[in-house]
């Protein structure tokens, strides 16, 4: 250890000895789900605590700072100038503090570690197994699951809040990403069970558009997809419904509501025999993959890089599980020529940082 004759000593940096006495991580961590989330009770909910405990912990906080760090404007809570200056420096210290995690993980190889997902809705239906196979190689791993709609993952992307993102399609824009497209995504139409065109072959996309739908909100990738197709042919469907949750217009369409287009991995539980029917339509399935993400210029910790080759490793488990379940896809991704080129990419990322 240096001593202060030794030449190469250099001092410690500046201390907040103040911050370190009376503040505590705990306390951080509050406030900074409470900026982010611009609620007391939606920061008490995420992080498994009362809301009285979650305003004391902030107040905590405050007169440790000195200043206040929330506004009341109306019913919203607002950060104050100092609160501004406070999450930024909790997220450079979180920042900090993962890395150091990472690192330490790194060093213990994968007996020890944590590993924090972010997926799309649609998303729900494949990632679950994958982790769960993930977990029984290696079983000391702690897995985080959030699953959310696409904006919502966008803004977790902006604010890197997980290791790895699961998405229907690759982000563009402003968001520079690493992404890997990993296995097929069919969106497929679905009907009632007891529909007259559930027996009827190669179905014009003109007579399906005098049918009422039920469709997923707007920003949606599936959405987007689905009027891309229609536009291609120069209709637009019947709007009856729109509605934010894969399993409700499951519902709405087995009640007879309408028709739909949904990834063909919403039916993964029940299978294509259920109460809800695919339809022999024109242009479908419309063949999209998956895509595992994560912000361009991450250094990736050793669980998430390992389960970044997992995941792109299990291309054809995949997809031979959705030929099982629907035999035609197996016709159709043959003359589609489908192929992702993940392997490649990983490969040449890896040979690149060598």
Not at 170 to 196: S, T
Not at 284 to 312: C, H
Request: proline share 6%.
């Amino acid at each position: 250890m240096p001593t202060s004759t030794d030449n190469s000593y250099t001092p410690p940096a500046a201390m907040p000895e103040h911050l370190i006495r009376y503040a505590t991580f705990r306390q951080f961590q509050v406030f900074e789900a409470i900026y982010r989330l611009g609620s007391f009770t939606r920061a008490a909910e995420e992080l498994f605590l009362t809301q009285p405990t979650v305003s004391m912990q902030v107040k905590k906080l405050a007169e440790a700072i000195g200043l206040p760090l929330f506004e009341h404007v109306g019913r919203n809570v607002e950060p104050t100038e100092a609160g501004m200056q406070v999450y930024a420096a909790c997220r450079g210290m979180f920042e900090t503090l993962s890395n150091l995690e990472m690192k330490i993980s790194d060093m213990k190889g994968l007996k020890r570690g944590r590993l924090r997902m972010g997926v799309i809705t649609t998303a729900k239906y494949l990632a679950p197994e994958m982790l769960g196979e993930f977990s029984h190689i290696y079983p000391g791993i702690d897995l985080s699951l959030k699953v959310t709609n696409r904006d919502s993952i966008l803004r977790r992307i902006r604010a890197n809040e997980d290791d790895l993102y699961i998405m229907g399609q690759a982000p563009k824009g402003d968001i520079e990403v690493e992404a890997f497209p990993f296995a097929p995504n069919p969106l497929v139409m679905m009907a009632p069970r007891d529909h007259p065109l559930v027996s009827k072959k190669n179905i014009s996309l003109q007579e399906i558009a005098k049918e009422p739908f039920i469709i997923r909100e707007p920003g949606s990738g599936i959405r987007d997809a689905m009027f891309k197709a229609f536009d291609a042919v120069g209709v637009r469907p019947e709007v009856r419904m729109e509605i934010g949750n894969n399993e409700a217009i499951k519902h709405a369409v087995a009640g007879g509501l309408g028709l739909s287009v949904l990834s063909l991995h919403t039916l993964s539980l029940e299978g294509v025999d259920g109460p809800v029917a695919l339809l022999d339509v024109e242009g479908f399935p419309i063949l999209r993959n998956w895509y595992i993400v994560y912000p361009k210029g991450k250094e990736l910790s050793m669980v998430a890089q390992t389960f970044l080759d997992f995941v792109i490793g299990s291309e054809a488990k995949i997809r031979e599980r959705m030929e099982k379940m629907w035999p035609k896809l197996e016709n159709v991704l043959k003359e589609a020529q489908y192929n992702t080129p993940a392997k490649q990419q990983v490969s040449q990322k890896k040979a690149a940082k060598k």
